[in-house]
Each structure stands twice: as structure tokens, then as C-alpha cells.
T-cell receptor, first 112, second 115 residues
Framework: KNQVEQSPQSLIILEGKNCTLQ??????????LRWYKQDTGRGPVSLTI?????NTKSNGRYTATLDADTKQSSLHITASQLSDSASYIC???????????FGKGNQVVVIP | EAGVAQSPRYKIIEKRQSVAFWCNPI?????LYWYQQILGQGPKLLIQ????????DSQLPKDRFSAERLKGVDSTLKIQPAKLEDSAVYLC?????????????FGNGTRLTVT
């Protein structure tokens, strides 16, 4: 079973609207969680990192939240733009383990 | 700073042929990763290097895949012989010090199609 589950698998939103992506994880002991954005045909790029003590962090129109008790994170996109069309991948790191746990990604399509 | 460079960008081969991918990480990054990403999936780690030593290759199909990182800088990943299920994007990434604390910097990948 994958240690990182993301939902929804894909969604289509109108330009200017908001959306929220979910990431649930079972990785333990938790070290940090990153959200990456992967444009079509490109490698993933880090958007934000969440550590155990952080509840929310913003990067422009992207806001990530973390609930370490329920092992859930979300990525909220405000006022979506066409350039937000991409796959958003949740990656979780555990203490004492070199290997990162990747989700399958949330595929977002923004239409005009 | 220059990003992670990968080549070739695309490769089409027939099954049972061999293929090699090249990666040049960000200067000074000691850790280098090769990932396989099948369409619609997240990246799957194939091998992780720390300088020129292997840290994790537990998911590398060693009967057909090999990788090396001579001199702790550039790296090559080879597949011989290729199978249809090897069709995927092969991503190289590098990171700075602080396992887990530093982000992965990915190249744009090599898209391999095996026919």
C-alpha cells in the first residue's frame, strides 16, 4: 500500500477559481512534507516544505497546510491561472530513512 | 545556478536493445538520484548516490539496469536489454546537504519509448 495517497486524482477548474488538493500519509516517524509542481514535460519543482511544527505556509497563491495528528496535508490554489495546469506531487520524508515517499500526484487542468 | 542537465530528451528503441541516459547534477550537490516515472504515477526511486557511492539501489532491476557515478559528479543510467514495460520518463535529481531538509532539484527527464 502506498504510504502517500492524494486526492482527487484529477480535476478541472475554471480560471480564477480556487481549489484544494489533499494528501494523506502513513509515513512514520514524520520529518517533513513537500509539495512539488510538475509541468507537462518538465521535472518536478518544489513549492513548499512543511515540518512537524508548521500548520500553514504560503508561497504566492499556493497555501499548504499540515495536520500532523491526522497525517493530512492540503495545497490550496487561490485565483487559479492557466499556468497552474500541472501535476502536484506530495512527498513525505521520514527520520532515519533515506527514501522519500511519493504520492501519485493531483492532475489539475485550468480552463479559460 | 545552472539546473540539472539530462540527455537525451527523448529516445525510442526496440525491445531487447540497450540505451543509456546521462545526468549532470547541480554543482556541489553530493546526492544524486535516478527516478522512473510511468505516466500518471509519481516518481519511483531506482538508485541514490552519495558522492560516488551507492546509498540505495534496492528497487533497481539489476538484471537489466545499471548506473554509475564516476568521480562523484556526472552519472549514467543504462538499460540492457530493454523491455516494453521500461517505457517511462527517467528523471535525474540532485540535492544539497541535509537529508530530507533540502529539496530535490530535478532535470526535465528523458522520455523512453520501447517498441
Amino acid at each position: 500500500k502506498n504510504q502517500v495517497e492524494q486526492s482527487p486524482q484529477s480535476l478541472i477548474i475554471l480560471e480564477g477559481k480556487n481549489c484544494t488538493l489533499q494528501c494523506n500519509y502513513t509515513v512514520s516517524p514524520f520529518s517533513n512534507l513537500r509539495w512539488y509542481k510538475q509541468d507537462t514535460g518538465r521535472g518536478p519543482v518544489s513549492l513548499t516544505i512543511m515540518t512537524f511544527s508548521e500548520n500553514t505556509k504560503s508561497n504566492g497563491r499556493y497555501t499548504a497546510t499540515l495536520d500532523a495528528d491526522t497525517k493530512q496535508s492540503s495545497l490550496h490554489i487561490t485565483a487559479s491561472q492557466l499556468s497552474d495546469s500541472a501535476s502536484y506531487i506530495c512527498v513525505v520524508s521520514a527520520y532515519g530513512n533515506n527514501r522519500l515517499a511519493f504520492g501519485k500526484g493531483n492532475q489539475v487542468v485550468v480552463i479559460p | 545556478e545552472a539546473g540539472v542537465a539530462q540527455s537525451p530528451r527523448y529516445k525510442i528503441i526496440e525491445k531487447r536493445q540497450s540505451v543509456a541516459f546521462w545526468c549532470n547534477p547541480i554543482s556541489g550537490h553530493a546526492t544524486l538520484y535516478w527516478y522512473q516515472q510511468i505516466l500518471g504515477q509519481g516518481p519511483k526511486l531506482l538508485i541514490q548516490f552519495q558522492n560516488n557511492g551507492v546509498v540505495d539501489d534496492s528497487q533497481l532491476p539489476k538484471d537489466r539496469f545499471s548506473a554509475e557515478r564516476l568521480k562523484g559528479v556526472d552519472s549514467t543510467l543504462k538499460i540492457q536489454p530493454a523491455k516494453l514495460e521500461d517505457s517511462a520518463v527517467y528523471l535525474c535529481a540532485s540535492s544539497g546537504p541535509g537529508q530530507g531538509a533540502s529539496p530535490l532539484h530535478f532535470g526535465n527527464g528523458t522520455r523512453l519509448t520501447v517498441t
